[in-house]
């Protein structure tokens, strides 16, 4: 257990940006979920709407800490593929 003020002010910290990035994490599976629900109906239009939506919540998540780069661009990349099969 946390016993000095610094240590005791990390943890409330810490308890804090778990909460913003849980928020944050929760949004990104929002619109990832929205892409997916627009890709299954065959929408392409709605599925580009969705995908751009979608990339920029993702580019922010890694911008703020919440996802890892490479995993950001992986999702983005995967989701583009997913995207251009459709229209193809």
Known sequence: MANTPGAKKAVRKIARRTEVNKARRSRVRTFLRKFEEALTKGDAGAAKAAF???????????????????????KVSRLAAQLKKLSA
């Open 52 to 74: 751009v939506e979608a990339q920029s919540e993702l580019m922010r998540a890694v911008s703020k800490g919440v996802v890892h780069k490479n995993t950001g661009s992986r």
